[in-house]
């Protein structure tokens, strides 16, 4: 069948595809921070953007033939995106459990929240910070909780040396330092 008779649809499609999911049962942990920050592009969507997309669509819906209308067609795509980003951000938002490190009593322990420093056993030294699934942003050192190296990590102390399974193998991974306090 020809691509110019099929309709798109968004029914079901809440998640974004590079949306990371969680294990079945598993809590949404979330720092502060990344509640925040969800929170804020939730309100920047539903009352910024999409009122100024829907003023758009109104304006050109209202010059007449719509098959050949760009702001009109392009104005309903872009409202289509933000519904399902706005759809996805609720569902995200209103699961979060949210988790303050600073709150953290174990502080010499690895768990959600922690950024800690390691060093790899060809002795490349790496930072990472334990963060919601959310949150996570590797070229900014954030590691989601559910990740295989901050699987690795939770509840080592400083100087334990820790197996990391890789496909290329194991590898040993030295806890050099761990602390909860946020930048």
């Given at each position: 069948?020809?691509?110019?008779?099929?309709?798109?649809?968004?029914?079901?499609?809440d998640?974004?595809?590079?949306?990371?999911?969680?294990?079945?049962?598993?809590?949404?942990?979330?720092?502060?921070?990344?509640?925040?920050?969800?929170?804020?592009?939730?309100?920047?969507?539903?009352?910024?953007?999409?009122?100024?997309?829907v003023?758009?669509?109104?304006?050109?819906?209202?010059?007449?033939?719509?098959?050949?209308?760009?702001?009109?067609?392009?104005?309903?795509?872009?409202?289509?995106?933000?519904?399902?980003?706005?759809?996805?951000?609720?569902?995200?938002?209103?699961s979060?459990?949210?988790?303050?490190?600073?709150?953290?009593?174990?502080?010499?322990q690895?768990?959600?929240?922690?950024?800690v420093?390691?060093?790899?056993?060809?002795?490349?030294?790496?930072?990472?910070?334990?963060?919601?699934?959310?949150?996570?942003?590797?070229?900014?050192?954030?590691?989601?909780?559910?990740?295989?190296?901050?699987?690795?990590?939770?509840?080592?102390?400083?100087?334990?040396?820790?197996?990391?399974?890789?496909?290329?193998?194991?590898?040993?991974?030295?806890?050099?330092?761990?602390?909860?306090?946020t930048?």
């Open positions: 069948m020809s691509k110019a008779f099929t309709k798109e649809t968004d029914a079901g499609e998640e974004p595809e590079d949306a990371q999911l969680l294990p079945e049962g598993q809590k949404n942990y979330m720092t502060p921070q990344g509640f925040a920050s969800l929170k804020a592009e939730w309100r920047k969507l539903l009352y910024e953007e999409r009122p100024k997309v003023e758009v669509v109104s304006w050109a819906a209202g010059n007449g033939d719509r098959s050949e209308n760009g702001d009109y067609i392009y104005g309903k795509k872009r409202l289509r995106e933000i519904d399902r980003r706005v759809r996805y951000l609720t569902k995200r938002i209103e979060a459990d949210v988790v303050d490190p600073q709150q953290q009593k174990n502080t010499d690895v768990f959600f929240g922690a950024t420093k390691y060093q790899r056993k060809n002795g490349e030294k790496h930072i990472v910070t334990i963060v919601g699934v959310d949150e996570a942003d590797l070229a900014n050192g954030k590691i989601s909780w559910i990740s295989p190296v901050a699987r690795a990590l939770m509840k080592a102390h400083e100087g334990d040396v820790i197996e990391l399974r890789t496909p290329a193998g194991i590898d040993a991974l030295e806890v050099l330092s761990i602390r909860y306090k930048d």
